[in-house]
């Protein structure tokens, strides 16, 4: 098992770059695929960003490419999602997720592990 915990949500301006961390303690980090999933007011849970074990490949949705970057450090059994060019349609829950397949999956249904989620509210 795998707990995950997200940090660095809160209230932003458009245009701002935050960073948010996933921190991972039980399992070994590097034997999950990570991502990142957002759900919006009224919205279902949708994918925005994953990355394989060891980071040599990502994968964002269109609605973020160019504009978010996933990564994770190993060593410090974290993965981030650096955010850039935020709009207000940005603002969303944001869970980090993980599951012990070095292959990408876009349904949240294929991930096996969640963090609690932090908020990221975009003001105009």
């Known amino acids: 098992q795998v707990q995950l915990v997200e940090s660095g949500g809160g209230l932003v301006h458009a245009g701002d770059s935050p960073r948010l961390s996933c921190a991972a303690s039980?399992?070994?980090?590097?034997?999950?695929?990570m991502g990142w999933f957002r759900q919006g007011p009224g919205k279902g849970r949708d994918f925005v960003a994953a990355?394989?074990?060891?980071?040599?490949?990502?994968y964002y949705a269109d609605s973020v490419k160019g504009r978010f970057t996933i990564s994770r450090d190993n060593a410090k059994n974290t993965a981030y999602l650096q955010m850039s060019s935020l709009k207000p349609e940005d603002t969303a829950v944001y869970y980090c997720?993980?599951?012990?397949?070095?292959?990408?999956?876009?349904?949240?249904?294929?991930?096996?592990?969640w963090g609690q989620g932090t908020q990221v509210t975009v003001s105009s």
């Open positions: 039980g399992r070994t980090f590097s034997n999950f695929f």
């Open positions: 990355i394989s074990f060891v980071g040599t490949r990502t």
């Open positions: 997720a993980a599951r012990p397949y070095n292959s990408n999956s876009f349904d949240a249904t294929q991930y096996n592990y």
